[in-house]
């Protein structure tokens, strides 16, 4: 069974810094994984999936993950900050093979300050 | 313009009063879906629905209902609510089942329910 472990529960960062939010997984077969944003008062939106393609993925508004299956992990970056990406960052992940649910990890609530 | 839309955004009742949180979406999307948001829990999945007439229990069933009579909706029952089911509601769908594997599923903007 896959499960999705967010390592951090809040990460503060200031305006033009760069973003870090840390996602590591458990997959019995290939994976896929993504990145969702839930800003407040809001619905989640996909902001980047990996299902086997490139391992590094691009995303909206300047984010990026990359998939390191040796270290499986999946974390999101950003380089510069910006006061509009505070917001609950959720990553998941779905075994790619037959029909499997996706799992949600926990969470991770960016804070930006000026 | 695409989108999944739940009724009632907020709303406050007592236990044990029936009540039902309706979701419509508007993409002619097979798949459906109820997830509850809970602190330091993620989404957990309650039902699913991979067309109509066919429904399924998520990890967290109990206590809630759905039926899927028509493709474009996908209301979510509790019967006699309690205090433990006080929380974030989301109905999310997705093109297919396959879509919804590879992720690309479509949230409304919640629900937030409150039982005392």
């Known amino acids: 069974a896959q499960s999705v472990t967010q390592l951090d529960s809040h990460v503060s960062v200031s305006e033009g810094t760069p973003v870090l939010l840390r996602c590591n997984y458990s997959?019995?077969?290939?994976?896929?994984l993504f990145w969702y944003v839930q800003h407040p008062n809001k619905g989640l939106q996909l902001l980047l999936k990996?299902?086997?393609?490139?391992?590094l993925v691009k995303g909206i508004n300047g984010f990026e993950a990359e998939f390191k299956k040796s270290e499986t992990s999946f974390h999101l970056t950003k380089p510069s900050a910006h006061m509009s990406d505070a917001a609950e960052y959720f990553c998941?992940?779905?075994?790619?093979?037959?029909?499997?649910?996706?799992?949600f990890g926990t969470g991770t609530r960016l804070l930006v300050s000026p | 313009e695409a989108q999944v839309t739940q009724n009632p955004r907020y709303l406050i009742t007592v236990t044990g009063k029936k009540l039902t949180v309706t979701c419509s979406q508007n993409?002619?999307?097979?798949?459906m879906s109820w997830y509850r948001q809970d602190p330091g829990l993620g989404l957990r999945q309650i039902y699913y629905?991979?067309?109509?007439?066919?429904?399924d229990k998520g990890d967290v069933p109990e206590g809630y209902k759905v039926s899927r009579k028509e493709k474009r909706n996908f209301p979510l029952i509790l019967e006699s609510p309690s205090p433990n089911q006080t929380s974030l509601y989301f109905c999310?769908?997705?093109?297919?089942?396959?879509?919804?594997?590879?992720?690309?599923?479509?949230f409304g903007e919640g629900s937030r329910l409150t039982v005392l």
């Open positions: 999310a769908s997705s093109l297919s089942v396959g879509q919804a594997n590879t992720g690309e599923l479509f």
């Open positions: 997959s019995s077969y290939s994976p896929s």
């Open positions: 990996y299902t086997s393609a490139a391992t």
């Open positions: 998941v992940v779905s075994e790619r093979y037959g029909f499997q649910k996706l799992v």
């Open positions: 993409m002619n999307h097979e798949y």
């Open positions: 629905s991979m067309n109509v007439e066919v429904t």
